[in-house]
């Protein structure tokens, strides 16, 4: 496996990925086929939330992986302000896109569970309003990284909004524990070890682990794209 530094390298990044995309893709569709699999057909209702429980297999792993994104966006931005990696600014503007989406996946099936379990759509509590504003902070990573001509200083500007975005993880992640919200507590990873049935827990994890794999190969495959595009870039401003 090779060092993060060694993968900063546009050429070596692209040898790496197209050993690893294969599998990573494979391993997705698989993971996806028996999460889907246990998670609508295997598990039985739940006595409490009867059908609706279906939903929490794709709103979770969607909230757990779009705040890892926004944590990748993070660590990238570092690189690129300190380190000056080459592949970290093309990496962010893979990633953040697919963590947007993350988001918009996790709010949108958040309110589908509300409406029912709620009776509303959406509640301004502490758990909702930060996981919103990670949603805008995607947006303004994504619309900072292609506001300037020269792509450069949008990538820095969308780096330093990265590494200042993060300070909403730890907000989205102990919101339910400092202020009253009707979000539920954490129940998987907590002191004591999870609060959810096997019935349930199984399920969830499978899906979670499909929903990181599908996160990684959309990364790299996007990836892919944008060193593609910025050397098209470069040719056509070296030959004009």
């Excluded at 698989?30 to 939330?49: H, K, N």
């Excluded at 931005?77 to 300190?82: C, E, P």
């Excluded at 697919?98 to 301004?124: E, H, K, N, Q």
């Excluded at 499909?210 to 070296?238: D, H, N, Q, S, W």
Aim: proline share 6%.
């Amino acid at each position: 496996m090779p060092s993060m530094h060694a993968l900063a390298n546009p050429a070596r990044f692209l040898r790496f990925s197209a050993r690893v995309l294969p599998w990573c893709a494979g391993l997705t569709a698989v993971l996806l086929v028996v999460g889907l699999y246990l998670a609508l057909v295997q598990t039985p209702p739940d006595y409490q939330q009867k059908e609706t429980v279906r939903i929490m297999f794709v709103h979770v792993p969607s909230a757990w992986w779009s705040m890892a994104g926004y944590g990748l966006l993070a660590v990238l931005g570092a690189s690129l302000l300190v380190w000056r990696h080459p592949l970290a600014a093309l990496m962010a503007r893979a990633a953040a896109p697919v963590g947007a989406g993350y988001a918009f996946v996790c709010l949108a099936t958040g309110s589908l569970w509300g409406r029912p379990m709620w009776g509303t759509w959406w509640v301004w509590d502490a758990r909702l309003t930060s996981m919103l504003l990670l949603f805008f902070l995607f947006l303004g990573h994504i619309a900072l990284s292609r506001a300037f001509d020269e792509p450069e200083r949008g990538d820095k500007a969308a780096a330093i909004l990265g590494l200042v975005g993060a300070l909403n993880l730890p907000i989205i992640k102990f919101s339910v524990d400092w202020w009253n919200t009707l979000h539920q507590p954490a129940s998987v990873v907590k002191l004591g070890g999870p609060a959810i049935h096997p019935t349930i827990l199984v399920p969830l994890l499978v899906m979670a682990a499909a929903m990181l794999m599908l996160f990684v190969t959309l990364v790299l495959l996007r990836t892919e794209t944008e060193i593609g595009r910025r050397r098209l870039e470069a040719a056509a401003m070296a030959g004009g």
